[in-house]
């Protein structure tokens, strides 16, 4: 379809008034994804920024020793709630809710997904999650404290809201687990003409893998939040060691879901990036099968390894060595990633665009993030490191240095696709350049604060810490401005950018034969597809 | 909005494929509490068979006869239903909802045998009992009402979707739904099948 | 939409026939429960329960009659992953317990 041929078709924006309620109440009751996808986009960057926010003021609090602007109760709180709303509210849900939604039924050229009223359904649950969360903070005796973990017994004595935010995550948790049914039956019913399982790009393997553990592995959370709120009202018994129950027990069930949860959270990233590499290399994806595949190893794989999390928690020494050899083993996969994205770019004809300079940070973030997690994986190094700033540098390096830069990259790369604009690619790297900077300068030193033995979750620390705290603050605040900046670049692109070609980056996946911004229905006749998803040269000519 | 979709496997609702994931989820639900009864019961199984003699077997067998029948009496109403014979569909869905109804009557009942004797989590009898006993009551009383719970809203379900019957929004063209209610339904009672033994019958 | 496959599947016979049986292993497992079969008691019953809920998933629930492959699977998925979830909990408390 060149550019001239769609100024005839119909070109009416998908965000474009139609029939039906006018306004917002039209957008809150629509049923086509990519509403949808910009619904939750709304309100999780509004979760976002408010859980920056709480970051930027723990990292105020801990730029010197001693109180600085807080009491250590706030502390715990704030350290609590940056946690709950960034893993249940921004980055497990964020890429398959806003992005997912949005792409995944054009990339296998469907018109929407297989239950799109359903999918709606999901937002509203979301919402009610994310309402259940806010109200626990201003209800009972305040804000949660017990870290986003919930461990007992500390969550069944302590005086403050625990029933309402557990309630929140099962709320959550419905809503993630529904959005994984929607997309698993979407990729096994609506593929187009055509469109094989090794003809799907790997963003949608990524997608697939992902939807997978939703289902699988949300449900465990959901019973242990249940099972946490009946045991503080009606004393069931099950976690309470004076009534004979085991706390390792539900540090078990706990983390049987929070494990797969991180890989909820990188697949989706992973499976984009798989995609960026060839588009900006111009040439096929180096091992595609591998890749696909991998994406499955990781969410399986990923399923065996919770008893990471409890080295030190007392369980058995079979427990630990059995938990570390299978956290070993699912590097692989990732690795294999690694390998293949790099070999990508190998003889390929590099284009460093924006998007691509997020996709080649992720890889390096995601490496670093990556590697550090073997010396948690490893028995003897993690007895020291366990529940020190090494953690916490460890997991906002993968989490946010992967999954955060994934996400930010693939909103750059469809950005003219959602909105029909183009950012300003001068001000997009300089944002990158800062926020990469200030990533690094943040969440490094916490690595060796770590190793020299700063405990994670401390609102006070002793006087040797202070000066890489000082400088981890630092960071901080240039992190911020990055992430602020490339905002701002993002949202005047969208209300004053260039229009953008349908094609600017020479995608070969579907979403790029649609006009930029996709129209409101997606395919006037649904294509039929005779190749992969990476075959450059020839009528993917960037337009 | 647009032509329709092509179904990449043709003859299988999409419904059906969603229903069956959610039934998987629903396992997986009741399975995290089948791990720590089974962690509990290996910790203690002297208290766990002594507290079962407190279960009356003969209402746990009727309850689990109650449900498999329900199960045949859905399965009977669907099968009505794609021969087009409504009244029958709609006589069978009936039954199974007065075999549900049942099945929550017994529960209740034995729930409040139960009360009566001090066997409730928090009570003062039950604290002052082995902790092997205190876990087996506090689980029996877990998942006995998320099951039950299950059924209360499956009961919901089923009736509402009796009412679609009648008024013939569902039929043999569109039977989709009820087959959906139908599987839950036989999900509710396998689970039942389940909780019986391991609950009633330990030795 | 036909919703079957060309074989009917199901049906007033089979589904009275797998009730019979349903209530007969019913009354199997309580008897079982009765004799002293010492460990294998719990074997026994789960057995039959599995057993009964193999017939239920496989002739009410029409698995029997299913011909999309990715439904056949999906319970055989999700129960091997919670025997691996309960398997690998075991390799704690087997040593922990006891």
């Known amino acids: 379809m060149s550019p001239a041929d769609s100024v005839e078709l119909g070109r009416v924006p998908y965000f474009a008034p139609r029939k039906g309620p006018p ?63 960034q893993v249940f509210l921004v980055v497990i849900p964020a890429v398959p809710t806003i992005l997912g939604n949005f792409f995944l039924p054009i990339l296998i050229g469907a018109n929407d997904v297989a239950f799109p009223r359903l999918n709606l359904f999901t937002w509203y649950l979301f919402l009610a999650g994310a309402a259940l969360a806010f109200v626990s903070v201003f209800t009972g005796r305040g804000p949660v404290d017990t870290g986003w973990t919930f461990y007992v017994p500390f969550s069944l004595r302590t005086a403050v809201n625990v029933p309402m935010a557990t309630l929140a995550v099962f709320v959550l948790g419905m809503s993630s687990i529904l959005t994984g049914i929607n997309f698993v039956t979407t990729v096994h019913q609506l593929r187009a003409p055509g469109m094989t399982f090794f003809r799907l790009p790997l963003s949608v393997w990524g997608f697939y893998s992902t939807a997978w ?48 949860a991180v890989y909820i959270m990188i697949l989706p990233a992973m499976g984009i990036i798989s995609d960026l590499f060839p588009v900006f290399s111009r040439k096929n994806i180096f091992g595609y099968k591998l890749i696909a595949f991998s994406s499955l190893a990781i969410a399986s794989v990923g399923s065996l390894v919770w008893g990471h999390h409890m080295f030190t928690s007392g369980q058995s020494d079979t427990a630990n060595v059995v938990f570390s050899l299978l956290t070993f083993l699912v590097a692989v996969p990732s690795a294999i990633k690694v390998f293949n994205w790099v070999a990508t770019m190998y003889k390929g004809s590099v284009s460093v665009e924006p998007p691509f300079l997020y996709a080649l940070a992720f890889v390096f973030l995601f490496s670093i993030g990556g590697l550090t997690g073997l010396f948690v994986g490893a028995l003897s190094t993690d007895l020291h490191l366990h529940d020190t700033y090494f953690v916490v540098a460890h997991f906002h390096y993968i989490i946010f240095g992967g999954m955060g830069f994934g996400w930010f990259g693939a909103l750059h790369y469809w950005f003219p696709k959602m909105t029909g604009r183009m950012y300003e690619k001068r001000l997009a790297v300089v944002a990158w350049l800062i926020l990469f900077a200030g990533f690094n300068l943040f969440y490094f030193p916490m690595f060796i604060l770590g190793w020299q033995g700063m405990p994670r979750r401390y609102f006070d620390f002793l006087p040797r810490f202070a000066s890489l705290q000082f400088f981890s603050s630092i960071g901080s605040y240039i992190m911020v401005a990055g992430l602020a900046m490339m905002f701002y670049n993002l949202w005047r692109g969208m209300r004053h950018g260039e229009k953008a070609p349908d094609n600017p980056w020479g995608g070969a996946t579907l979403e790029w034969q649609l006009p930029s911004p996709v129209s409101a229905e997606n395919f006037e006749e649904l294509p039929v597809v005779t190749r992969g998803p990476y075959h450059f040269g020839g009528s993917e000519e960037k337009s | 909005m ?107 009942f034995e729930w409040g045998e139960k009360f009566a004797h001090g066997l409730y989590p928090n009570s003062p009898f039950l604290d002052s009992q082995s902790k092997g006993k205190i876990l087996y009551f506090g689980l029996y009383f877990m998942m006995t009402g998320l099951h039950a719970l299950h059924v209360l809203v499956g009961l919901g379900v089923l009736s509402a979707f009796l009412r679609l019957v009648a008024k013939g929004r569902i039929s043999a063209e569109k039977p989709v739904l009820l087959e959906n209610a139908g599987l839950y339904w036989h999900l509710v009672d396998v689970i039942w099948i389940f909780l019986f033994p391991l609950f009633y019958l330990i030795t | 939409m036909e919703s079957k496959g060309a074989e009917k599947p199901g049906g007033p016979g089979v589904y009275l026939w797998v009730w019979g ?78």
């Open chain 2, 2 to 108: 647009g032509g329709p979709d092509r179904e990449a496997a043709p003859n299988v609702p999409r419904g059906r494929v969603g229903m069956w994931l959610f039934i998987c989820t629903e396992v997986l639900l009741f399975g995290g509490l089948f791990l720590l009864y089974s962690a509990y019961r290996y910790h203690h199984p002297v208290d766990f068979h002594e507290a079962s003699l407190e279960l009356n077997r003969f209402f746990g067998t009727l309850n689990t006869s109650v449900l498999i029948t329900s199960s045949l009496s859905v399965a009977l109403a669907i099968h009505a239903l794609g021969e087009n014979r409504k009244p029958r569909t709609l006589a069978f869905l009936a039954v199974t909802l007065a075999l549900g109804a049942t099945f929550l009557v017994v529960k209740g």
């Open chain 1, 213 to 260: 553990v939703q289902i699988l592995a949300t449900p465990v959370i959901g019973i242990t939040m249940v099972l946490i709120v009946m045991e503080r009202l009606f004393g069931i018994g099950v976690f309470d060691p004076a009534k004979g129950g085991d706390p390792l027990l539900s540090q078990h069930l706990f983390w049987i879901y929070s494990h797969p």
């Open chain 3, 21 to 98: 049986i349903l209530l007969f292993l019913t009354a199997l497992t309580v008897i079982a429960a009765s004799l002293h079969l010492g460990r294998a008691t719990v074997a026994a019953s789960l057995g039959i329960a599995a057993v009964k809920s193999a017939l239920v998933v496989l002739y009410f629930m029409h698995l029997r009659w299913e011909k999309r492959l990715l439904l056949k699977l999906l319970l055989p998925i999700t129960l091997a992953t919670l025997a691996i979830f309960i398997g690998l909990t075991y390799s704690d408390i087997l040593v922990r317990y006891k």
């Open chain 1, 23 to 85: 306004g917002i109440l039209g957008w809150v009751t629509s049923t086509d994804h990519k509403r949808i996808g910009i619904l939750y986009l709304t309100v999780i960057l509004a979760f976002f920024f408010s859980a920056v926010v709480l970051g930027v003021l723990m990292r105020i609090e801990l730029q010197s020793p001693g109180q600085t602007i807080m009491k250590p109760q706030t502390y715990n709180a704030l350290f609590t709630l940056h946690g709950i709303i």
